[in-house]
């Protein structure tokens, strides 16, 4: 009974009401849009910037620490140590087969030190214990800062917060 009364309801429905009525769209924003298939050579100068992705160059934004064969790599402010006997182990190119993160540190476990860090901490808003930072420069192995076990930058504090602690970059 149900069933006969739910197919007799719909199928009164006139057709031209169950069609989808898209809104109109305002002049200004259609001109903006460029139609799909538009040749780059089409396009303004001005456009064409806005269609090219941004250039990144990790090798740029990147530190490596190479021991022997093997090399990783780290974002560019990772590092918070480097004691000077493991100074030519940091390099701007990877020398060797490159490893990744966690493979390198189970490797060289003796020789790098990771120290994790809270996100306020990377972004510099609060800064790092200097109790713990200085703690990590007296392992003598290299001070890589982590976040969730991962490199991580970390942004150091202005000038003069920095001016009375010496341990950061020695």
């Known amino acids: 009974m149900f069933f ?3 197919s007799i309801a719909h199928s009164e429905v006139p057709a ?20 799909r ?8 100068a001005q456009t064409r910037k806005l ?6 160059n990790i090798t ?14 780290v974002p560019k402010g990772a590092i918070l140590h480097v004691p000077n006997r493991f100074r030519a182990n940091i390099d701007r190119a990877p020398r060797s087969g490159l490893k990744i993160w966690n493979q390198f ?5 003796g020789r790098l030190m990771p120290l994790e860090i809270t996100r306020d901490q990377a972004l510099g808003v609060a800064p790092i214990e200097k109790e713990r930072l200085e703690a990590a420069c007296r392992t ?7 976040m969730h076990g991962n490199p991580t930058s970390v ?4 000038p003069q917060a920095a001016a009375g602690d010496s341990t950061t970059k020695s």
């Open 4 to 6: 006969a009364t739910w």
């Open 16 to 35: 031209s009401a169950s069609a989808v009525k898209m809104p109109p769209v305002h002049p200004q924003a259609a001109e903006k849009v460029p139609a």
């Open 37 to 44: 298939g538009v040749q780059k050579s089409n396009m303004t």
């Open 51 to 56: 269609v090219q992705p941004p250039k990144y």
């Open 60 to 73: 740029a934004n990147s530190d490596f620490i190479v021991f022997g064969e093997a090399s990783t790599l």
């Open 105 to 109: 540190l189970s490797t060289n476990r």
């Open 140 to 146: 003598g192995r290299i001070v890589v800062a982590v």
């Open 155 to 158: 942004n150091l504090p202005t």
